[in-house]
C-alpha cells in the first residue's frame, strides 16, 4: 500500500535552533518528493522537490535529503525564526498513473521565542 | 503577481444547500485540481483537470461537481448529498497535465455548517 508517514506530529523549538523533519514512504514506483510549508489559513507554499537521483536540495535555511534506498526524507531547518511556525507536508508521486500524489499528514511546528 | 485565487475565505452551509467555491488562476496553467484538508489528515484529491472541458473524479468526489468550461477557472460545487461538508477547501493548479508537475495552491475555502 503506498503511504507516506511524517513524524513528529508536532514539534516545538526554541528561536534560533535547528530542527529536523523525518518523512517515511512506501510509494513504489518512486518518481519525486516534494515538501510544502501551509501556513495557518493559507494554502501550501512549496519549497523543495527532489527526483531519485538527486538526495539534497537547498532552499535558504531549508535542506532536503532524500535516501531513495530506504525510502526516507527529512527537511533540516538551520537557524529557525518565528516565522518558520507552520505545518510542514510531505508529497510523495508516482511514476505513471492519473492520480498519483500521497500526501502526508504534516509536522505542526511552533518556534518559540 | 500571478497566482490562484479562491474565494470566498469563508463560507456557510444550510441543509440541504448547495453551495460554490470559486477558483481562478492567472498563471495560464492547464491542469487544476480541487483538495479537501481535515485535522490530522492528508491532503485528499475531490476532482481534477488536465484540460478544458473535460475532469476526472479524484479519491472522493462523491457529494461534488465541478466545470472547467474556461483554462483559468475550476469552480467547486458541494452538494446537498456531501453529508459531511466541513473542511478546509485547497484549489491548486500545474503548468503541465501530469500530476508529476509542481503544484501551486490557492489560499483555501473554510466550508462550515450552519
Known amino acids: 500500500k503506498n503511504q507516506v508517514e511524517q513524524s513528529p506530529q508536532s514539534l516545538i523549538i526554541l528561536e534560533g535552533k535547528n530542527c529536523t523533519l523525518q518523512?517515511?514512504?512506501?510509494?513504489?514506483?518512486?518518481?519525486?518528493l516534494r515538501w510544502y510549508k501551509q501556513d495557518t489559513g493559507r494554502g501550501p507554499v512549496s519549497l523543495t522537490i527532489?527526483?531519485?537521483?538527486?538526495n539534497t536540495k537547498s532552499n535558504g535555511r531549508y535542506t532536503a535529503t532524500l535516501d531513495a534506498d530506504t525510502k526516507q526524507s527529512s527537511l533540516h531547518i538551520t537557524a529557525s525564526q518565528l516565522s518558520d511556525s507552520a505545518s510542514y507536508i510531505c508529497v510523495v508521486s508516482l511514476q505513471t498513473g492519473a492520480n498519483n500524489l500521497f500526501f502526508g499528514t504534516g509536522t505542526r511546528l511552533t518556534v518559540i521565542p | 503577481d500571478g497566482g490562484i485565487t479562491q474565494s470566498p475565505k469563508y463560507l456557510f452551509r444550510k441543509e440541504g444547500q448547495n453551495v460554490t467555491l470559486s477558483c481562478e488562476q492567472n498563471l495560464n496553467h492547464d491542469a487544476m485540481y480541487w483538495y479537501r484538508q481535515d485535522p490530522g489528515q492528508g491532503l485528499r484529491l475531490i476532482y481534477y483537470s488536465q484540460i478544458v472541458n473535460d475532469f476526472q473524479k479524484g479519491d472522493i468526489a462523491e457529494g461534488y461537481s465541478v466545470s472547467r468550461e474556461k483554462k483559468e477557472s475550476f469552480p467547486l460545487t458541494v452538494t446537498s448529498a456531501q453529508k459531511n461538508p466541513t473542511a478546509f477547501y485547497l484549489c491548486a493548479s500545474s503548468i503541465g497535465q501530469s500530476l508529476n508537475q509542481p503544484q501551486h495552491f490557492g489560499d483555501g475555502t473554510r466550508l462550515s455548517i450552519l
Open positions: 518523512c517515511n514512504y512506501t510509494v513504489s514506483p518512486f518518481s519525486n
Open positions: 527532489m527526483t531519485f537521483s538527486e
